[in-house]
């Protein structure tokens, strides 16, 4: 990024020159895993070897540190495929080393945030510095990062009319699965924001104070998100409270029907276990009168009413 605001894309073979000379805003962004990007950052006179060994780690701790005369950082970054299905292999690191002239990164997998900007450069966006470059990073992050969480608060909002319109099916797997995203999420990104907050404090001193204005709006977009994040995972936990009680009481529902249909058909069980005793003397059996049966009918549905009124009668009592 050129003082007259022009583009230029750099070849490999003009890395090192330019990084000599270029009076402009230089980003190099590279695929660690490629043998030659490897070689190239391991063999850099601009970087210090700190800077070297760092952008080359595996460590994906997320953390910022201050150098000399540059910042080192890893942070969180969502990739294109990233669905609410949570897997960890969505959520990819990027490493980078900035100083006054360059930002250079370095990711493990493809990386959104680095993608938008290099789609935004090649439009003819211009960075006046590498601080305004790297807080653009932070500000991309914030985006993706309330693009998810409305998402996941429109699947809660469905959710919630469900469970109060009593569709309750399927809901508690979809509850669980909200909650691990939030707290996932909340894993990643949540130490970013306590690292802002920290450089927002310390900023390097070749950030101009619209920089640290900047910077400090990012934080507190940072940590609005995250709080979004910590809001979301509570409330998911409240509905999935809710949807438990209603099911426990849609159970004991069920069960109180079962158990009055039991009650009611005891006694008719009683009778007819007595009269099917094959044993001499069983009422209506031997003298061969024809309406002994409906009169032991009507004797178990007087009782099985009497059983139910009872049981309604106790019921209001409760």
């Not at 969180?76 to 100083?99: G, K, N, Q, T, Y």
């Not at 932070?138 to 469905?158: H, Y």
């Not at 306590?194 to 001193?205: F, N, V």
Request: net charge negative.
């Amino acid at each position: 990024m050129l003082p007259d605001q022009r583009i230029q894309h750099l070849a490999g073979d003009e890395l090192d020159a330019t990084l000599a000379r270029s009076p402009g805003v230089v980003w190099l962004h590279f695929n660690a895993r490629v043998s030659q990007a490897r070689d190239w950052i391991a063999s850099c006179e601009h970087l210090p070897e700190t800077s070297r060994r760092f952008l080359l780690e595996h460590d994906d701790r997320k953390r910022i540190e201050q150098a000399p005369d540059s910042l080192l950082g890893v942070i969180s970054d969502i990739r294109h495929d990233f669905d609410l299905d949570f897997d960890p292999e969505h959520v990819s690191s990027l490493r980078f080393h900035v100083d006054r002239q360059c930002l250079i990164s370095t990711r493990q997998q493809p990386c959104s945030t680095a993608d938008q900007l290099r789609t935004e450069l090649k439009q003819g966006r211009h960075f006046d510095s590498t601080a305004n470059l790297l807080i653009h990073l932070f500000e991309s992050q914030v985006a993706q990062l309330d693009e998810i969480t409305a998402r996941v608060r429109g699947l809660l909002d469905g959710i919630e009319d469900g469970v109060l319109a009593g569709r309750m099916r399927g809901q508690h797997a979809q509850l669980g699965g909200i909650r691990r995203l939030a707290v996932r999420l909340n894993h990643h990104f949540g130490p970013e924001h306590r690292m802002l907050q920290r450089l927002c404090r310390r900023p390097p001193e070749w950030f101009g104070d619209t920089d640290s204005a900047a910077l400090q709006d990012a934080a507190e977009e940072f940590g609005e998100l995250v709080e979004d994040l910590a809001e979301t995972q509570e409330r998911a936990k409240l509905l999935q409270e809710e949807l438990a009680a209603r099911l426990a009481e849609q159970t004991n529902n069920n069960l109180y029907i079962l158990s009055l249909f039991t009650a009611m058909l005891l006694p008719p069980s009683l009778v007819a276990g007595i009269f099917g005793m094959n044993v001499v003397g069983v009422p209506g059996v031997q003298d061969g009168n024809p309406t002994a049966f409906w009169w032991v009918v009507l004797g178990m549905a007087a009782v099985s009413g009497l059983v139910l009124l009872l049981l309604l009668y106790w019921r209001r009592l409760l």
